[in-house]
């Protein structure tokens, strides 16, 4: 099992910037596919970014597209979110999420594929 702890939200202006960190222990890192979700309230969690065991492959949602990057330092066990132009329907607690792959190069956006999840931190942008 893979312990994931989110940090980095926070109330933030509309087109301001937060950068979120996952930290990993429990499995070794540079195993795992990452992802972020996020979810506001009274909606369904949803999917945001992922990344691939390396670094190599990312995908976003199309709402984030140029807005967020996406990143992971292997040797620090942690992956980052790095958001600009920040939008109120941003507001959510957002999660990342931990799946073990055996393909480095593959992304997962589907919240079933993960099976490690964070606890979640709130990200709140004012308009």
């Known amino acids: 099992q893979v312990q994931l702890v989110e940090s980095g939200g926070g109330l933030v202006q509309a087109g301001g910037s937060l950068r979120l960190s996952c930290a990993a222990s429990?499995?070794?890192?540079?195993?795992?596919?990452m992802g972020w979700f996020r979810q506001a309230p009274g909606k369904e969690r949803e999917f945001v970014a992922a990344?691939?065991?390396?670094?190599?492959?990312?995908d976003y949602t199309d709402s984030v597209k140029g807005r967020f990057a996406i990143s992971r330092d292997n040797a620090r066990n942690t992956m980052y979110l790095q958001m600009d132009s920040l939008k109120p329907e941003d507001t959510a607690v957002y999660y990342c999420?931990?799946?073990?792959?055996?393909?480095?190069?593959?992304?997962?956006?589907?919240?079933?594929?993960?099976?490690?999840w964070g606890q979640g931190t709130q990200v709140t942008v004012s308009s």
């Open positions: 999420a931990a799946k073990s792959a055996v393909i480095s190069t593959f992304t997962y956006t589907r919240r079933s594929d993960y099976a490690d």
């Open positions: 429990g499995r070794t890192f540079r195993n795992l596919a």
């Open positions: 990344i691939g065991r390396t670094g190599g492959t990312v």
